[in-house]
């Protein structure tokens, strides 16, 4: 049971909205979550539940202060809010005569046949606010559900037990908010599959790793309809026009994209973004990543960001703990490492990869596990390092045309001195940039790791969650670019200064980037197939559900 809250804990409490209530009493931990964390995800039932709100949201009515006996009231969209109560809510509709009014409550399903005429939450939440009309001077007996998919109204009376029912739910949710710990998942419920917080809460993952139950039941991830806009020209500029983005170079339309199908901006070198367009971006949550003409990642923007503070204290907390800082960067060197090992495996282009590495690489991983402190990690990782580009070139294609054979004698950088190196350092560029914007999107700071030190402008944690995800991701890229002939030896620009990709390789090379982030993997642990993109944050999430407490272990993904 929550603790009880004292007088400074309850004026320090913002007003719980009644929707809120709807959420607790359907699960604590749906309503902990939105209300507490600030979490949101859209899914077809909010959407729906939006559009059928847009009637009585067009405009908003006032209840008059002091009504006449016999006055009719029809008022939509009433905002209300009650200190006392510790609760507020905008009704959807009020209507009656005098002070006699009665609250009306849209929902998009259709009416359910219980005793009760609706389920507890809907009845919470439509007792919530007749207790709010009654704190503002009105009578209130009964409210009115009115259910648009069956087209019906269902009155509900506001009796002493449901009254009571409510003010519990409040004082519960107030507690929790206080108690800054969140209530465990659902076990096995058919409430789960169709939460729009699902992937958030991960339930049956979290069920799976903290007690080892049942088999996790597919993820059922959103529909991803948006692909990232990659900006390339240092001539282009990107404005808003309408629902569009429209790219021009030289006052001239070279391109435009809708903005309901774009995931992500990506500008690289000078490339510009009008004041608007990026407006535009921030409130529909784009986030707009800025990297050098070079491919470095230099930043990212989105709009206010993820609100969940809790989760960035669990991050600090644990960062500035030793213990963990070491288990959690034990556990991702050895999973890349492992990952490596299983690549050159795959992929060795004679009869079967040299036993000399494979032995070797799996000596690393068990010695990565047992290290002592961090420095000891830094040295197991780069003798792993070491043998794994040592045997990279085994995994090159040899054969045919000389443009297509890549030569590789280990690797270099800052700045990359040959075609592999830099298309390498390009890869891991890129997949810290989707390391990064994955982190901020969840509620995780980018720049706090555990491994990787903390320095200006670097994103510490990125550089951590992307270790197991350079082999399966970046090095996977390179080897399909190369050994698919989509780039080739003529596509580089080599000098003392370095060696960069032209301007039309790059795209292809970005393709290919974006193809493998879309490609489905075998979950190890969960055993449902998920794609690389969305698999980021799952990981993202399942490492914030591992700092609050919920999990043992962070589990990393380790590919066969």
Known sequence: MPPELSSVEVAALPPIPARMLNEFVYCPRLGYLMWVQGEFADSADTVAGRFIHRQVDKKSDP????????????????????????????????????????????????RPHVAAGAYDPERVQLCAQGLLLREHGFVCDDGVLYFAGSRERVRIGLDEALTAQTREAIRDLRRLAVGDVIPPPLADSPKCPRCSLLGICLPDEIGFLAQAGAEPRPLVPALESGLPLYIQSPRAYVRKEGETLVIEEEKRKVGEARLNEVSQVVL????????????????????????????????????????????????????????????????????????????????????????EALVGLQSDVKNALRVKGLDSLLGVEG????????????????DGDKDLAFDFNGRNRRPPRDPVNALLSFAYAMLAREWTVTLAAVGLDPYRGFYHQPRFGRPALALDMMEPFRPLVADSTVLMAVNNGEVRRNDFLCSAAGCALKEGARKRFIGCFDRRLEQEATHPIFGYRISYRRLFEVQARLLIRFLAGEIPRFPNFLTR
């Open 383 to 398: 003798s792993a390092a070491s043998r794994y580009f040592r045997h990279f070139q085994l995994m090159l294609n040899r």
């Open 63 to 110: 209840l008059p202060e002091a009504p006449e006996e016999m006055e009719t009231i029809h008022a939509r969209s009433v905002w209300l809010t009650s200190e006392a109560l510790g609760l507020t809510a905008k009704i959807d509709l009020v209507e009656g005569e005098g002070r006699r009014v009665t609250p009306v409550d849209y929902k998009r399903s259709k």
């Open 268 to 355: 690289f070198g000078y490339s510009a973004l009008t004041t608007p367009a990026l407006h535009e971006c921030m409130r529909r949550e784009i986030p707009v990543t800025f990297m050098s003409y070079g491919g470095w990642f230099v930043g990212h923007t989105v709009g206010t960001g993820n609100r969940n503070a809790e989760t960035r204290g669990h991050q600090y907390r644990a960062s500035f703990d030793p213990e963990v800082c070491l288990r959690l960067a034990r556990s991702l060197v050895a999973a890349k490492i492992a990952n490596c090992r299983t690549l050159l495996r795959r992929n060795h282009k004679a009869d079967a990869a040299p036993d």
